[in-house]
């Protein structure tokens, strides 16, 4: 079977199991978690659990950690898996987090997802919210509304990048590589060395061309130790 690049991640999983994936990318809640998660697949699972299930606590520790973590997610995956999104409440998350993000530019892609009109994070008594705490300074003239104080936002939530970087994988790779293809497939082939080059694609959301060229440095580099 040819191989078909994709971006979106394999499925939605039970909230148990994204809650390992959200501990596993390094946001503190008491679960296990799931070593060397997929970053960006648990953050558009995140995203989609705090719009449309409206699990408030996922969504602030998630915003909490693109805040801290923005430098290391791999901007060009995130935006092609959240552009194939049609959940309008989804969209209008990451064209906010797109404005809150805007100093790194990578992430201005995301404001073209969505042009409607704004949308209040909580369906009903949002504007009351607002009128009586203010609005979250994050998310002031994006399309999202949310009132002061809504979205969680305590440091000891959330692992800081050298904490981070000394158990996940993926994520020490993007130090050292930078948050690019590239990282992801030397990760997947660090993981298990004799994986095809279609697999090894197909682990980092990759073009097959891409996770060639890493396959021969990796077995380069590994033939010479």
């Known amino acids: ?4 690049r994709n971006s979106q991640p394999a499925r939605r999983p039970t909230p148990g199991a994204l809650t390992g994936q959200m501990v596993g990318i390094g946001m503190n809640f008491a679960a296990t978690p799931i070593p060397d998660a997929n970053i960006e697949d648990t953050l558009l699972l995140a ?3 705090g719009m449309i299930d409206g699990d408030l606590r996922v969504l602030g520790l998630l915003v909490h950690w693109l805040e801290v973590h923005q ?17 309008e409440r989804v969209c209008a998350f990451w064209a906010a987090v797109g404005a809150m993000l805007q100093k790194d ?3 201005s892609r995301l404001r073209t997802l969505y ?10 008594g949002t504007a009351f919210l ?4 203010g609005e979250d300074e994050r998310f002031a003239g994006t399309p999202l509304q949310v009132p002061s104080g809504t979205l969680r936002r305590r440091k000891a939530d959330i692992l800081s990048p050298v904490q981070l970087a000394r158990q996940h994988a993926g994520y020490r790779n993007r130090v050292l590589f930078g ?10 082939l660090e993981a298990e060395p004799d994986i095809t080059v279609s697999e090894a694609a197909r682990r980092a959301y990759c073009a ?14 590994k033939a010479g130790s």
Request: glycine residues 4%; proline residues 5%; aromatic residues 12%.
């Open 115 to 124: 042009d409607g009109p704004c949308i209040d994070l909580i369906p009903v």
């Open 179 to 188: 948050p690019t293809w590239r990282a992801d497939v030397w990760t997947a």
């Open 130 to 133: 607002v009128a009586r705490h």
């Open 105 to 107: 530019r990578r992430f």
């Open 71 to 87: 430098a290391y997610v791999n901007v060009d995956r995130l935006v092609r898996a959240a552009r194939g999104q049609t959940e």
């Open 1 to 4: 079977m040819a191989y078909s």
């Open 208 to 221: 097959f061309a891409t996770a060639w060229q890493v396959k021969q440095d990796f077995d380069l580099l």
């Open 47 to 49: 995203a989609e659990a």
